[in-house]
Structure formats: C-alpha cells, structure tokens
C-alpha cells in the first residue's frame, strides 16, 4: 500500500503530431484550450481533461495511438464535431454506435492518425 504522501495528482497522455502547428489549431478547432506551449510540447485542457501534444511523430505509433473521452451526452458531441468541417485536416468521422460495452460513441481521426474515441455510459 501507497504512503499517503504518494497521493497520485494527475496522469497525461503525450499525443504525436506529425505537423505540430496543424495539430495545434485542430484541438483548438475542436474545443480544447491551449495553456502553455514549450519545447515541443503543448499543454491542452478541457474541463479538467488534459494531455500533452508533442512535437513527435513516428507514423506505426501515431497510426496506433489511442484516446479515450468520455462525456456527459455522446450525440451532442457527435452534433458539434460533425459541424466543424474538419475533412480539411483529413479527419474522418464515424457514425454514433451503442457499443456492446454499454457505450454510446463514435470515433474521428486527427491530423497525425490519433485515433479519439467519444463516448457516453449508457
């Protein structure tokens, strides 16, 4: 067992991005807040969700990389990502499924190939 003094705070994805600026304004587009960005790295929020965006990018591991966001209601979201435009970053958006998993989601690309996938517990 942990010391309380061990107490975790938080934990960060670093997510690759294959053009850097690009990605950067394609979380922006999408509604994540930029807090700091430095040395490659960009610090992005929303809510009290948050990752770092990195100035990396091997194709094997951006193509196979993964985020999970879940949230309160899945077809808003599907709603709001479907009326950004965003086939100018190559986005591809799937439709909303109710998942075996007890799930409602659906999934959309990024620039680099990251794979997102929104869902709602149902």
């Known amino acids: 067992m ?3 003094n061990m107490k975790a705070i938080d934990i960060k994805a670093f997510v690759p991005a294959k053009d850097f600026a690009l ?21 992005l929020s929303l809510g009290s969700c948050n990752f770092l965006l990195q100035d990396f990018y091997q194709q094997q591991l951006a193509e196979n990389f ?5 949230v309160a209601d899945a077809q808003q979201w599907h ?5 950004l435009n965003l086939a100018k970053y190559g986005t591809i958006l799937s439709e909303l499924v109710e998942q075996p998993w007890a799930m409602l989601d659906f999934v959309f690309n990024d620039p680099s190939g990251v794979l997102w996938r929104v869902g709602q517990n149902i």
């Open 66 to 70: 993964m985020m999970h966001l879940q």
């Open 79 to 83: 709603l709001h990502i479907s009326q």
């Open 23 to 43: 990605s950067q304004q394609f979380y922006k587009d999408i509604g994540f807040n930029q807090k700091s960005e430095g040395s490659g790295v960009a610090f």
């Open 2 to 4: 942990l010391d309380s």
